[in-house]
């Protein structure tokens, strides 16, 4: 098994993870080792199963976040840093010393790789290669972009400090596109929470009230069992013709949750952020609720129910 060290992750079998990850999904299978040999075949079983889940991908949805606010800061940054460079270049100092002498600002999450660019071009590495791994050391479609062009431009030479002016207007025009959007979008973001919601309450009102009309259906049904009847539903509702009870009708209503909670995670992410990544943790969120809920519903409304 290779582990390489790169950024604070490790990568296992090629997959990049960090010490908390590990933890977390050892805790998970802890938990769930255990849950397996003390609760199974009891509703304590999933609800204990779903919270080993929920901590297993929690340090996964905290990565994301942070991942998603350093790329922020980094685009915003490189703002400030772009508008720098344009300073420099126009007092006529030319761009691989105008890097050296921005690289002592601070710019934040942006400053190793600044301080990284800046030490390539003093070791005299062309000024088109280091800017081609300043962009691919961020990562970020916005920045690539603005890198390319400047590396470009200052390839085929002319007016550079235009060319720098027009690309600080351009990704400053980006940025205020994306937070416009994120604030035109957050209506949307916060309908798609409370669809997922009422989803959940259908589901636990179909498992609990509607499901179980079946046993009043059979007091005033002469010779025919609850057992009958809920098995006919679920023939009516596509399966076998063989007697299905209660709970195995209502077993795939945690599958549609979980399905309905990630996908739907996923086109809020697109839609506020303009990318599917993000939208994994909006995923976690509704897939850890979704799981909470169902599985609590059965330990807890249940165990009521029975009282």
């Given at each position: 098994?290779?582990?390489?060290f790169?950024d604070?992750?490790l990568?296992i079998?090629?997959?990049?993870?960090?010490?908390?990850e590990i933890?977390?999904?050892?805790?998970?299978?802890?938990?769930?080792?255990?849950?397996?040999?003390?609760f199974?075949?009891?509703?304590l079983?999933?609800?204990?199963a779903?919270?080993?889940?929920?901590i297993?991908?929690f340090?996964f949805?905290?990565y994301?976040i942070?991942e998603?606010n350093?790329?922020?800061?980094k685009e915003?940054?490189f703002l400030?840093?772009?508008r720098?460079?344009?300073?420099?270049?126009?007092?006529?100092?030319?761009i691989s010393?105008?890097?050296?002498?921005?690289?002592?600002?601070?710019?934040?999450e942006?400053?190793p790789?600044?301080?990284?660019l800046?030490n390539?071009?003093?070791l005299g590495?062309?000024i088109k290669?280091?800017?081609?791994?300043?962009?691919?050391?961020?990562n970020?479609?916005?920045?690539?972009?603005?890198?390319t062009i400047?590396s470009?431009?200052q390839?085929?030479?002319?007016?550079?400090?235009?060319?720098?002016?027009?690309?600080?207007?351009?990704?400053?025009?980006?940025e205020?596109?994306?937070k416009?959007?994120r604030s035109a979008?957050?209506?949307?973001?916060?309908?798609?929470y409370i669809?997922?919601?009422?989803?959940?309450?259908?589901?636990?009102?179909?498992?609990?009230?509607?499901?179980?009309i079946?046993?009043?259906?059979?007091?005033?049904?002469?010779?025919?069992s609850?057992q009958?009847?809920?098995?006919?539903?679920?023939t009516s509702?596509g399966?076998?013709?063989?007697?299905?009870?209660a709970?195995?009708?209502?077993?795939?209503f945690?599958?549609?949750l979980?399905?309905?909670?990630?996908?739907t995670?996923?086109?809020i992410?697109?839609?506020?952020?303009?990318?599917?990544?993000p939208?994994?943790?909006?995923?976690?969120?509704?897939?850890?609720?979704?799981?909470?809920?169902?599985?609590g519903?059965k330990?807890?409304?249940?165990?009521?129910?029975?009282?």
């Amino acid at each position: 098994m290779k582990i390489e060290f790169k950024d604070k992750r490790l990568k296992i079998l090629g997959f990049p993870i960090n010490k908390a990850e590990i933890v977390g999904l050892i805790i998970a299978l802890l938990i769930i080792v255990s849950d397996f040999i003390f609760f199974r075949g009891t509703n304590l079983f999933y609800f204990i199963a779903g919270i080993a889940i929920v901590i297993a991908g929690f340090p996964f949805f905290l990565y994301l976040i942070f991942e998603t606010n350093s790329l922020r800061e980094k685009e915003t940054m490189f703002l400030e840093f772009s508008r720098n460079l344009v300073e420099n270049v126009r007092a006529g100092t030319p761009i691989s010393r105008a890097i050296l002498n921005v690289k002592s600002k601070d710019y934040g999450e942006l400053n190793p790789y600044v301080i990284k660019l800046a030490n390539q071009i003093s070791l005299g590495i062309p000024i088109k290669t280091a800017f081609e791994t300043f962009a691919r050391d961020l990562n970020s479609q916005t920045i690539s972009r603005a890198i390319t062009i400047i590396s470009e431009s200052q390839k085929a030479g002319g007016q550079i400090e235009n060319i720098l002016d027009s690309v600080v207007s351009s990704v400053s025009q980006i940025e205020k596109l994306k937070k416009e959007r994120r604030s035109a979008i957050y209506n949307l973001v916060v309908q798609g929470y409370i669809i997922f919601f009422i989803f959940i309450m259908i589901m636990l009102i179909m498992e609990f009230k509607i499901l179980p009309i079946a046993k009043g259906l059979s007091e005033s049904v002469g010779g025919v069992s609850d057992q009958q009847i809920i098995g006919e539903l679920g023939t009516s509702l596509g399966g076998t013709g063989k007697t299905a009870t209660a709970e195995q009708l209502t077993r795939p209503f945690l599958w549609f949750l979980i399905v309905q909670g990630f996908f739907t995670g996923l086109v809020i992410g697109k839609l506020s952020e303009g990318r599917i990544r993000p939208g994994l943790k909006h995923s976690f969120i509704l897939v850890t609720i979704a799981i909470l809920i169902n599985t609590g519903s059965k330990v807890f409304i249940s165990g009521a129910l029975a009282g």
